[in-house]
């Protein structure tokens, strides 16, 4: 089993953590997702990676299969070791979890990068001479995804959506805030704290408003990066920032 992993952060943080989380044994490759490295890689690509929902996200290597998107892959490697711990809980608990995370993946994630590429990815992509962004964009099988590539070379961010966004951000802290039992988001530790977590982590800098307030949430994501499995994930960070590295994430569901 083989992780192509970008920094530390969002989907990527997701899925180390969970192979540390599960005390699976693989093989970690780092490369720049702010860079397009993802489609450069030595792996037979299937249509689950090269039009990953995801975005620019980490890709698992398991058996010769090329896997991507975070959360799908939280839930097979889960089921893959051991006791399940990531998706803790009967039936009705294991629902709640993938109801959760789809609501990260579908309005938080979104959100989040398109806050992170303004913030940090714009500039750089617009250092990049137009042959070698060319060639990079050349390299992307789907266009949505190359078109939200060109976006943020483009600086097509509006006020009136990175408003949309925070207030998402907003919203999601609340949720957590409503939900928390005990020192978790279900009770149990969960890929529901994960994933989330992982999302929300570089907000703190950028949305800060976003968890003014809630000494709650705030205490969460203290319990959540201290745990060990997300502690060695983050040491795992090449730039030791890696809540500023934002590739181009999910498209921004349409329909609110």
């Given at each position: 089993?083989?992780l ?5 952060n ?15 044994n ?11 490295e ?8 299937g ?7 995801e ?22 490697l ?9 998706l ?11 109801v959760?995370?789809?609501?990260v ?12 590429n ?8 617009k ?14 099988a ?19 959506r990175?408003a ?5 951000i ?15 988001i ?50 795992l ?20």
């Amino acid at each position: 089993m083989k992780l192509y992993h970008g920094e530390p952060n969002a989907a990527s943080l997701t899925v180390m953590a969970a192979l540390f989380e599960k005390g699976i044994n693989a093989e970690f490759e780092a490369i720049d997702l702010c860079a397009g490295e993802r489609h450069d890689l030595p792996i037979t690509y299937g249509v689950e990676v090269l039009r990953s929902v995801e975005g620019e996200g980490p890709v698992l290597v398991n058996n010769g299969e090329a896997m991507a998107d975070s959360v799908f892959i939280g839930c097979m490697l889960d089921e893959s070791k051991g006791d399940a711990t990531l998706l803790a809980g009967d039936a009705y608990r294991r629902w709640q979890i993938m109801v959760w995370c789809r609501h990260v993946i579908e309005r938080v994630a979104p959100a989040a990068s398109y806050i992170g590429n303004q913030a940090y990815l714009q500039d750089a992509l617009k250092r990049m001479s137009d042959a070698d962004f060319a060639a990079l964009t050349a390299k992307i099988a789907a266009e949505d995804l190359r078109g939200r590539w060109e976006e943020v070379r483009q600086g097509d961010f509006t006020e009136e959506r990175l408003a949309e966004c925070r207030a998402k951000i907003v919203q999601m802290v609340d949720k957590i805030e409503a939900q928390l039992s005990g020192d978790w988001i279900f009770g149990d530790f969960s890929l529901a704290d994960l994933e989330t977590y992982s999302w929300l982590r570089g907000m703190l800098s950028l949305v800060p408003e976003s968890f003014d307030g809630h000494d709650s949430v705030i205490a969460w994501m203290g319990r959540v990066q201290d745990r060990p499995s997300v502690a060695k994930a983050l040491s795992l960070s090449v730039t030791g920032s890696p809540e500023k590295a934002w590739p181009v994430g999910p498209e921004i569901n349409r329909w609110g």
